[in-house]
């Protein structure tokens, strides 16, 4: 007969015993996650918002059970549901009826409010897209320059109709211009990166105006048949190309760093910072060099041509790129503690 087998009753008792705690301290363990998760549940406060008209202060839109976590984008799109002919590019949400618009990006429970959150709404009307806009403000100069520059008819007397400058500068002049919105166009569609996704409508019309207003003034002078070439001759217009040429290189570098700062669709803010490109070492002195070389390069055509619409153009772009470039530089300041003391807005050392 086969020899009976002998079973170990201790091991069995003591593997029933192990199992039994096993699951006793499971069924622990898992009590304690729902007591947790209940408290966490429990202390989650929700928010109530509150829109209301900016200008009459009626109540538009009460949002209620709003995530403390939510952005303001994500309010936007809850108001749109609510009021669908108006988008969200086209929000503008403030804390204060006459106050900033506050940023997409800001968080609820991080806004100086209450669990009752108040915002003021304004319609900022019709919007075009940031690409739509530039490719139109800087289209229109470059046809309109070359409409002056060919002397197309009924813009000069009948004899000077479709005829050429015999000065070399007024050559060099059409094709530094058009070089100049050919750059523009090319670095918005290839280049820029924009933050802010539209453009009001009616911004849109007053940029036009402004652009091609002033383009058909300086060209109309520039192009016309009794135009005179600069007091200092070619020393003159040599400086000025060297200037113009300069200032473009930096311009365009500043533009690659800048689109290089964040990858596309992020929104996360860097410090600007100079590269082993010479024309970026200007970030070493300004927080937007890329208003610099711009104002730089009107200079050199204004220099160039020795024109007063072109002279007056530079002037109040120089006064408008730097309201631009103070803003950008407090915000910088404002958001980052580490940001370089040594830069200026817009001009070293100075402004």
């Known amino acids: ?74 309010i936007k799109s809850m108001f749109h549901k609510s009021y669908p002919q108006w988008h969200p590019a086209r929000q503008s949400i403030r804390l204060d009826p006459k106050g900033k618009c506050v940023r997409d990006e800001e968080v609820l429970q991080t806004l ?3 669990t009752t959150a108040t915002f003021y709404f304004k319609d900022l009307g019709p919007q075009v897209g940031w690409t739509t806009v530039f490719l139109t403000e800087y289209a229109g100069p470059l046809f309109i320059y070359l409409l002056f520059y060919s002397r197309l008819p009924f813009i000069y007397e009948e004899e000077y109709e479709f005829s050429t400058s015999p000065h070399t500068v007024v050559h060099l002049a059409g094709f530094c211009h058009s070089f100049h919105y050919v750059k523009r166009l090319i670095e918005t569609l290839f280049v820029h990166r924009f933050s802010h996704g539209t453009m009001p409508l009616r911004n849109t019309i007053k940029n036009c105006f402004y652009y091609w207003g002033f383009t058909a003034w300086l060209a109309y002078f520039i192009n016309h048949p009794l135009y005179t070439p600069p007091l200092y001759g070619d020393q003159q217009v040599n400086l000025a190309l060297g200037t113009f040429v300069v200032c473009e290189l930096g311009n365009f570098s500043i533009h690659i760093t800048l689109r290089n700062l964040r990858s596309e669709g992020s929104k996360m803010r860097k410090i600007p910072k100079p590269t082993k490109n010479p024309f970026t070492w200007l970030f070493f002195f300004v927080s937007c060099p890329n208003y610099t070389y711009e104002v730089g390069t009107w200079i050199g055509f204004t220099m160039m041509t020795q024109c007063l619409p072109v002279g007056l153009f530079t002037l109040i772009g120089f006064f408008q790129m730097t309201v631009w470039a103070k803003g950008k530089h407090h915000m910088y300041l404002k958001e980052f503690k580490d940001y370089p003391t040594l830069r200026m807005p817009i001009i070293p050392f100075l402004l």
């Open 1 to 74: 007969m086969a020899a009976l087998q002998t079973i170990d009753l201790t091991a069995v008792f003591t593997a029933s015993s192990f199992k039994k705690k096993a699951v006793a301290t499971n069924v622990a363990q898992q009590a304690r996650d729902s007591a947790a998760s209940a408290k966490k549940v429990k202390s989650f406060v929700f928010f109530e918002v509150e829109i209301l008209d900016a200008k009459n202060k009626d109540q538009l839109c009460f949002l209620d059970k709003v995530e403390p976590n939510a952005t303001v984008g994500e």
């Open 112 to 114: 100086p409010v209450g």
